[in-house]
């Protein structure tokens, strides 16, 4: 069976728990807003999204986030009765972010900032006495100073000791992504290392303490594509969590590239998980668990969980209205980065997005994105609809209609890639602009996928589809996602 993500689309960094027969799930998610998505589960496979846990403005300000800025590679933990999640904030000067609830469903606290905590992946950890450890990436005057360790008192966020140095792996680059488990007599430290590329790479140590000294396990890496043929590939960045009868299993982030050499990933890092037996006091990797595939179909009016914005919250953007929403532009110059965007992830690989606007008081429309400057899209102005490309510095309208006044539904839609394994023209996808009206799908545009990619655009984040204005309001009537896996479902 293909391995397929349990959480598909851009979900990196995952971090999980497990409190009495409920899993929690946290993410990275850079400078959208909310933050942090929050998932739940009970069978490790069928994740839902809960919502988020900085969820209000007073939590996150992502206004100086850059493109793959802002809130980076959280964890969640449970102690003391209480919900603990601690991630950095890139964006706005204080590092890391802590907030707590008894109930992740209800609203989670305002940010303690551990200003003395200076890195990122921080790590919680309660030693034997309840003493709060945070074990992180550290950062210095001369750039990355490995895998470190501090006391952090979780009333003040004041650090309580220097740092001190942890296990720094097998050698691989950037190692990074820890997290601190005891089990039984042992403290175990699992870390990321290899960087979050092809060479990504998950792997283990031991100690008798939460400072080590720690002793790698021999048969690391315990996780890694790294030369391997396989449709999934950049696995890292692990946690660990035991199941209420004693087994384990871990999640993880991987991708999914497609085309031609060097192949191109454009639905970001996903979340996948795995089997974990123990064998002579060291985790080995089992079967992954993969849901099963089929086709999803979602009708949303932007205020689910599913939506973000750049930098901005949905609301800051949106007013529900008659009939629809209102998206407001945020920038009165339309040739602004940082246009009026809110928009939901694409989880397949096959996917539709459809949104039928109005756009009698603005100029506005659909949007299939990576970041800022790598988008198609299908923009409403007047009484002309046009498919534009933007891929860097470089904008190219790739056709346009005529429309009569009022809505208009607009459809971005992807395909396969077109041409031969061994040919440079092979694309992860190809992806289709056009209008649907009574006639059917009228294509305007379409577009090489690879320029709407990670590798193309850089950065750590996967593609969004949604709605856009650049000037004035636009009217959004409805907005429908459709994916599948299987071209022949989609």
């Known amino acids: 069976m293909t391995p397929r993500p349990v959480v598909p689309g851009f979900h990196p960094d995952p971090s999980v728990v497990r409190v009495g027969d409920t899993y ?65 904030n890139l964006a706005d000067g204080g590092w890391q972010v802590l907030v707590s609830a008894e109930d992740p469903l209800g609203e989670w606290s305002d940010p303690l900032r551990m200003t003395g905590v200076r890195g990122i992946d921080p790590d919680l950890a309660w030693d034997d006495d309840g003493t709060l450890l945070v074990s992180y990436a550290g950062f210095g005057a001369g750039g990355p100073a490995g895998l470190v360790q501090q006391a952090v008192d979780p009333v003040t966020g004041a650090a309580l000791t220097g740092r001190r140095p942890l296990w720094q792996g097998t050698g691989g680059r950037f190692p990074e992504g820890p997290h601190l488990y005891r089990v039984g007599d042992l403290w175990y430290l699992l870390i990321a290392e290899g960087g979050t590329e092809r060479g990504h790479a998950v792997t283990i140590a031991r100690g008798p303490s939460p400072a080590g000294p720690f002793e790698p396990c021999p048969s690391n890496p315990l996780l890694t594509h790294r030369g391997v043929e396989s449709p999934v590939q950049n696995t890292g960045h692990a946690d660990l969590v035991q199941r209420p009868d004693g087994s384990w299993a871990v999640v993880f982030h991987g991708v999914r590239p497609r085309g031609a050499s060097p192949q191109f990933h454009v639905l970001g890092r996903e979340t996948f998980a795995a089997e974990v037996e123990w064998v002579d006091g060291w985790p080995r990797l089992g079967e992954w668990l993969t849901p099963p595939d089929g086709t999803v179909e979602v009708a949303d009016d932007l205020s689910g969980p599913a939506w973000v914005a750049p930098r901005r919250f949905p609301g800051e953007l949106l007013t529900q209205v008659e009939g629809g929403w209102r998206l407001t532009a945020a920038d009165p110059d339309p040739a602004s980065e940082d246009l009026a965007f809110v928009g939901r992830r694409q989880e397949h690989e096959d996917a539709r997005f459809r949104a039928v606007v109005r756009a009698s008081d603005g100029v506005g429309g659909l949007s299939l994105r990576i970041d800022a400057r790598h988008h198609l899209d299908l923009e409403v102005d007047g009484d002309r609809v046009r498919a534009v490309a933007q891929v860097g510095a470089l904008r190219s309208v790739l056709g346009e209609a005529e429309v009569a ?47 709407v990619s990670t590798e193309v655009a850089g950065g750590m984040t996967g593609r969004l589809g949604g709605v856009w204005c650049a000037r004035g309001e636009l009217h959004v009537r409805s907005t429908t996602y459709r994916g599948a896996d299987d071209p022949a479902a989609a």
């Open 24 to 88: 929690w799930l946290v993410h990275s998610s850079f400078e959208y807003a909310p933050g942090v998505p929050l998932y739940r589960s009970t069978d490790l496979v069928t994740w839902e999204q809960a919502g988020h846990v900085l969820a209000r403005p007073s939590q996150l300000d992502l206004s100086a986030a850059p493109g793959s800025g802002g809130i980076t590679a959280p964890t969640i933990r449970h102690h003391d009765g209480r919900f603990w999640m601690v991630t950095t």
């Open 405 to 451: 006044p009022g809505d208009v539904t607009l459809e971005i839609r992807t395909l396969p890639g077109e041409g031969h394994f061994s040919s440079t023209a092979l694309a992860p996808d190809v992806l289709v602009a056009g209008l649907v009206g009574v006639g059917g799908f009228a294509e305007l545009g379409r577009l090489d996928g690879r320029y």
